[in-house]
């Protein structure tokens, strides 16, 4: 769990938590020109989705996307490890396989030890392994504070494609990974996570999310997006924007580490969590709760997850194979936390 040197003290943030914040990103992303859009472009940055989709043919259709971030642990393994599961995520979250991945490596050379690098490279090259996919080359620059991540592309049927904008009136919401992530990361960072709540934070973020794959067939699968930097609440949001319609989350039913949640009741969380509230919170309606929880639920919707769960919204009479599907793939971990319904975009906390 130790290296020589602790990667998260050579980074001013890590994992997904040091994303752009969505307010500010939004606003540049407003200021790129209006550029060529094929019809062969399904989905391009314009859709706020996981990755962009390319029509190759009548039957394949080409998904890209790139993720890296800063380190989130302090071992150097595990840190490849999370980084390449997160990035192969983007793919699984439009229903697509992983085939080809690039390494996007970014190191402060002389003050971390070569050998230390190379286990990071071996932990994002163990996750492709594992995912069948071919790590072929990528790019590397001597720089400030360490990143890595990957170049992924990944193949699906272009009538199967899951984007974020699917979602109905009616439908389930179903998380496939518990929260609090960026808790438990920022315990870790101060030196108070316990090995067995690193394990647990470990098991989580290095598991893929492939019953993505596996659910692009289903008719009834109306949804899909991964939960990662911006938040249950911020991505929730992005599928209600897209969507046309409410989605409505039971913080009751919302499945959150208990780890987290211990640390959350000392005072413990993220600047991120404080960036994604100032960026969507108008968007986030909470006054159904207790006065007294608004805060606690703030902080737990808006905790940026590192290599976090899928968000699928789906029929009612899918949920059942929904939950099989992903209890298969994984070895549980699905929870149904809420519904889609008609009516101005946003999202609901109810208690």
């Not at 360490?146 to 699917?166: C, D, M, S, W």
């Not at 690193?198 to 098991?203: I, L, P, S, V």
Request: with cysteine.
């Amino acid at each position: 769990m130790t290296a020589a040197v602790r990667l998260t003290a050579l980074a001013h943030g890590g994992g997904c938590g040091c994303k752009i914040a969505p307010g500010v990103l939004e606003r540049l992303l407003r200021e790129i020109p209006t550029g060529c859009v094929p019809p062969e472009l399904l989905v391009g940055y314009d859709k706020t989705d996981d990755a962009a989709v390319w029509r190759l043919n009548e039957t394949q259709a080409l998904i890209a996307t790139t993720d890296f971030f800063l380190p989130v642990v302090d071992d150097p393994f595990d840190f490849g490890a999370i980084a390449a599961t997160n990035a192969l995520s983007d793919v699984y979250a439009m229903g697509g396989r992983p085939i080809l991945a690039l390494a996007v490596v970014g190191m402060p050379v002389g003050k971390l030890p070569e050998a230390v690098i190379a286990q990071i490279f071996a932990g994002g090259a163990s996750v492709c392994r594992e995912a069948g996919v071919a790590l072929a080359g990528g790019h590397s620059i001597d720089c400030v504070e360490p990143f890595y991540g990957l170049v992924a592309l990944g193949l699906a049927h272009p009538r199967e494609i899951k984007t974020n904008a699917g979602a109905r009136p009616g439908d389930q919401l179903i998380l496939t990974k518990p929260l609090g992530i960026g808790i438990l990361s920022a315990a870790l960072k101060k030196g108070l996570l316990t090995p067995d709540e690193y394990a647990e934070m470990r098991r989580w973020t290095t598991c893929l999310n492939q019953v993505g794959a596996r659910l692009a067939a289903d008719p009834e699968v109306h949804a899909l997006t991964d939960v990662t930097g911006f938040g249950l609440a911020g991505h929730g949001w992005e599928m209600a924007r897209a969507s046309g319609v409410v989605v409505r989350f039971h913080a009751a039913a919302l499945p959150v580490l208990p780890a987290a949640l211990r640390y959350l009741r000392e005072g413990i969380s993220t600047g991120a969590a404080t960036r994604n509230w100032q960026s969507y919170g108008n968007a986030i309606d909470l006054s159904a709760l207790p006065e007294a929880k608004c805060a606690w639920w703030q902080a737990v919707v808006t905790d940026p997850q590192t290599s976090g769960g899928l968000l699928i919204a789906c029929a009612p009479s899918a949920v059942e194979r929904v939950l099989r599907a992903i209890s298969e793939t994984q070895g549980g971990g699905g929870v149904v936390i809420g519904s889609v319904v008609a009516g101005t975009p946003k999202v609901e906390v109810l208690p």
